[in-house]
């Protein structure tokens, strides 16, 4: 009797899963291609015992650094990233995504320089900028940034992204990756309509479902990784996808699930498709997302929280200075 492979493993037949999360062991479970972390998941992972060494070695390190106050927290945690960044890339055999301080969201010159400033702490202890991808939000500033980083040879995941016009700047300015964030769309129309999606009406699985096919239809390079999923309906409704992040919880009920799972999305069917190219610049940029209430109230909200999660891991590191 032939022995059905987890849905997992036969949705790594083709899409390249990544595990959305700073836990290690949940990585080493799962064997991912890739992981990707955020000030959120870093926060959460610093107060648990078994993280807190990565923290005191940090500050160890800084203490007899010449900067004080802000610039030496600001210095600590891009050392932290970096060292969450080097632990995990032991473990999987692909890339990591490190994030650039949200807070610096419509600043292209400072996101650029801290992303270089990244790629350098990154390359001095030794790991190849290849093995690295640069986390952005996904406003103009940031996709201006990230064509700057690109032609820089630092490849950039642009992410809180939740509309065609966002995907379409990204592919523009030659990003590696996009974060398509599914959950957060579904939240935001069913906090809306008060009605519950599923399979392909859910609106965050219609979103990734567009973007992915605009990018194939017109031949972007640029990578799809849809993320933010809040069940695995809608990992299995994206089966396909160039990459899927997803979270231990969600990895956890694919791997003991042997339920068959049929691809949704085909590069060639997605070529096929009818679509029309929109030519973008800043101003047809902010009026498109200005014109989707979803994607406006989700970045600006999205944006705010990671800032609020830096301003959370300072309150950590200050503590323990």
């Known amino acids: ?11 790594k037949q083709f899409t390249t899963v990544v595990a959305d999360t700073g836990d290690f062991e949940s990585i080493r479970k799962y064997t991912p291609q890739d992981a990707t972390t955020n000030p959120t998941l870093i926060f959460k992972a610093v107060q648990q015992a078994e993280y807190k060494h990565l923290l005191e070695k940090v500050i160890s390190d800084n203490r007899g650094s010449s900067l004080a106050g802000e610039a030496l927290q600001r210095a600590i945690i891009d050392d932290l990233l970096i060292a969450f960044g080097r632990e995990i890339l032991a473990i999987v055999p692909g890339r990591v995504s490190t994030e650039v301080d949200a807070r610096l969201s419509f600043d292209v010159e400072a996101t650029v320089n801290k992303a270089r400033y990244l790629i350098s702490l990154y390359e001095k202890a030794g790991t190849p900028r290849e093995r690295i991808l640069i986390k ?3 406003t103009w500033e940031g996709a201006r940034a990230a064509e700057i980083c690109e032609k820089e040879g630092i490849h950039c995941n642009l992410t809180l992204l939740f509309s065609l016009a966002q995907a379409i700047a990204c592919a523009d300015a030659g990003v590696r990756l996009i974060s398509p964030f599914v959950g957060r769309i579904y939240d935001y129309y069913k ?3 008060g009605k519950d999606y599923s399979g392909p009406e859910d609106p965050g699985v219609q979103s990734v479902e567009k973007i992915y096919t605009y990018y194939k239809k017109f031949g972007y390079t640029t990578q799809v990784m849809g993320a933010s999923f809040r069940n695995v309906g809608q990992i299995e409704s994206l089966a396909g996808c160039d990459l899927l992040t997803i979270s231990p919880d969600l990895l956890e009920q694919l791997q003991n699930s042997n339920r068959e799972l049929v691809r949704k999305l085909e590069p060639a069917a997605a070529a096929r498709a009818g679509a029309d190219r929109i030519s973008l610049d800043e101003k047809l940029f902010r009026w498109m997302l200005n014109e989707e209430a979803m994607a406006t109230d989700k970045l600006a909200e999205g944006i705010r929280k990671f ?4 301003v959370r891991l300072e309150g ?3 503590k323990s200075l």
Do not use: E, K, W
């Not at 032939?2 to 949705?11: A, I, M, N, W």
């Not at 800032?307 to 830096?310: G, L």
């Open 1 to 11: 009797m032939s022995h059905q492979p987890s849905t997992l493993d036969q949705l």
């Open 191 to 193: 906090a809306a309509t």
């Open 136 to 138: 952005i939000a996904s």
């Open 307 to 310: 800032a609020a999660d830096i």
């Open 316 to 318: 950590v590191i200050q």
